[in-house]
């Protein structure tokens, strides 16, 4: 049985304690036997070792029974290679995941009936929205989540690099929020309250950029290749399951007449008249109370990672009432060291605050930040364009040239001409957007979870990078071609066939490679250039800032060119703009290989800044 801490308890001192300190900051540097320190040769003792588990485990709390039994742990298993099994604070990561996971699948189990949403409503020319209407409205409906975003994630990360907020409660106010929002849209009835409700959900929610923060906080270097893939991975598992929740849940008065219906009882009577008044709440109303219930467990469940944030903050909810009703041990809460020499005299604590509030701020804005952050926008302008664009060309009607067709209107005397002037899209409904967007969440995570680990090895992580953009400018160039795939039906039934669906398959498992490996490689390109830890969730929330101003200039502009390609008979115009947007970025990767590179032989021989994050290039 483990006692509660006494008073002269080394643990209940905490970092005041200076012979602690000075074991600690003495163990933290000198990792073998009998390294010299300083002009000091350091022989490590249980009591440095003790007091090092103690008090400079930076991530996770320990039991001491544990950390004494890990001090006498092998090299070997020290030295273990980095992987899966391997990986420290698994509930941790898979508390982040579950939140990541969440988000996304409410945001693609939207994508799945947004278009159907927006045919529902009433315009003033009556219930027949034109094709670049839906167009137009669905990228509206993407910007104004980004809008916010542009100005409110730089706020959100140094939100979460602050001692009196940190990081975790940042991602509770936006896992809340965007829950509020779901619930909000499920009661819309105008495209102008689907607008608010989305706009709500992008101020209050500065998640990703946090996230990425506190994975690598709690990763760090030697993990951070696998421990980058969770975002991601959250993605493509949230862009298989949303689509099903959408699938299955909107319109269920249309899609299970015999159950919702009048055939199904009096309560499958009572169900219908509410679900035929809003047809799209069911979806959301389970996406809102999923996205409730794991704020919930992030509250009871997630530590805080930042060093130096209130105690009361960082511990979880759940072990904050266990301390409040004496029912947990004060040794579970460690703090982490701060990196430089200690002193053995005893420090007061308030000269502690004056010096951590004298001292100056790392300079963030290098070339290579710089560099990094055109990449980035670049790289999300047309990943962040795709789905919409996507979505609406699949749900396009398909050309028929002998049935006037006026939801798809063409230039007279219209005569389709390859390999360029072609028109029209898949007509695809609900059911069938599912299947597409669970494709391309399957074959995404399939990818991140199994090669990108080994392909980062092997290529390093900027030349992965830059391959990977060379892919995206195939699959958009290739994407329009899909509306003249023979078809097994006849417009204007949606398209199908073998064929087509190979295509579909193939096209978007391109797409999904190359985002797979480039963004996590992106994220990981971007915590290299902040200067410290303690900027993290600032450098973040600055590239979730930029990314934002890409979410609201990439589909308004995909839209523009649709709606261009559309009255001139070129569906292609949009995807091939595209095309050479993602060229561009390409580009940029190689600017930034070759930043890296000079920087790389620049410091080559000189001491590495203990502090300075690093990644393998």
């Not at 991601?232 to 299970?256: E, K, M, R, T, Y």
Request: net charge positive; aromatic share 10%.
């Amino acid at each position: 049985m483990d006692a509660p801490c006494q008073d002269n308890c080394p643990r209940s001192r905490g970092t005041g304690n200076p012979w602690a300190k000075h074991f600690a900051d003495v163990e933290m540097r000198s990792q073998t036997d009998g390294r010299s320190i300083d002009g000091l040769q350091v022989e490590k003792s249980h009591d440095a070792i003790f007091y090092s588990a103690a008090l400079a485990s930076p991530f996770r709390t320990e039991q001491l029974d544990k950390d004494q039994d890990d001090a006498h742990a092998s090299p070997a298993k020290e030295a273990a290679p980095a992987s899966w099994a391997t990986m420290p604070n698994k509930d941790q990561l898979a508390l982040i995941f579950l939140a990541r996971l969440c988000e996304t699948a409410t945001n693609s189990s939207f994508q799945t009936y947004v278009v159907s949403q927006l045919r529902s409503f009433e315009t003033p020319h009556g219930n027949n929205s034109s094709v670049f209407t839906l167009a137009f409205q669905l990228s509206v409906l993407n910007a104004v989540v980004a809008g916010p975003q542009l100005f409110t994630s730089i706020l959100w990360g140094r939100l979460a690099d602050s001692r009196h907020m940190g990081r975790k409660y940042v991602i509770l106010v936006g896992l809340i929020g965007t829950g509020i929002g779901s619930l909000g849209l499920g009661a819309s009835k105008s495209f102008a309250a689907m607008v608010f409700w989305r706009f709500v959900a992008g101020f209050i929610n500065g998640n990703q950029g946090v996230m990425r923060a506190m994975i690598r906080d709690i990763s760090g270097d030697r993990f951070e290749s696998r421990a980058v893939l969770l975002m991601p991975a959250a993605f493509n598992v949230g862009s298989i399951v949303g689509p099903v929740i959408g699938g299955l849940l909107a319109d269920p008065a249309g899609s299970f007449p015999t159950v919702f219906g009048s055939g199904g009882g009096q309560h499958g009577r009572g169900a219908a008249r509410w679900l035929s008044n809003w047809p799209f709440a069911l979806p959301n109303v389970v996406n809102g109370m999923c996205l409730i219930l794991c704020a919930a467990l992030v509250s009871f469940g997630l530590e805080e990672t930042l060093d130096g944030v209130n105690a009361r903050l960082a511990l979880p909810f759940a072990d904050g009432l266990k301390r409040i009703f004496g029912l947990k041990r004060c040794a579970q809460q460690y703090e982490r060291l701060a990196d430089k020499d200690l002193e053995l005299e005893e420090q007061p604590e308030h000269a502690e605050k004056r010096a951590d509030s004298r001292a100056p701020s790392p300079r963030i804005w290098t070339l290579r930040l710089v560099a990094t952050l055109v990449a980035r926008w670049l790289m999300t302008v047309h990943v962040s364009a795709y789905p919409s664009l996507l979505l609406v060309f699949i749900a396009t009607p398909r050309y028929n040239p002998a049935v006037a067709n006026n939801k798809l209107v063409v230039p007279k005397d219209y005569q389709p001409k390859a390999p360029f002037a072609f028109t029209g899209g898949l007509s695809f409904r609900p059911g069938d957007i599912a299947v597409a967007l669970t494709i391309r969440g399957a074959a995404g995570l399939l990818l991140q979870l199994i090669f990108f680990p080994l392909l980062k090895n092997h290529f390093g992580l900027i030349r992965l990078y830059q391959y990977s953009l060379l892919l995206f400018p195939i699959a958009y160039f290739a994407t329009p071609y899909m509306s003249i795939v023979p078809s097994s039906s006849l417009p204007p039934m949606p398209a199908t066939g073998s064929l087509l669906w190979i295509i579909i398959g193939a096209l978007l498992t391109i797409q999904t490679v190359a985002r797979s490996f480039a963004l996590p490689s992106s994220t990981m390109l971007l915590n290299a250039a902040s200067p410290n830890k303690s900027t993290l969730g600032t450098i973040n929330g600055i590239g979730q800032s930029v990314s934002a101003a890409a979410r609201v200039f990439g589909p308004l502009l995909t839209a523009w060119l649709f709606d261009i390609g559309l009255k001139h008979g070129v569906i292609g115009i949009s995807w091939w703009a595209l095309a050479v947007i993602a060229a561009f970025a390409g580009l940029a990767g190689h600017w930034l290989k070759s930043l890296s590179r000079k920087e790389t032989e620049k410091t080559q021989g000189s001491t590495q800044n203990p502090r300075r994050l690093s990644v393998s290039i």
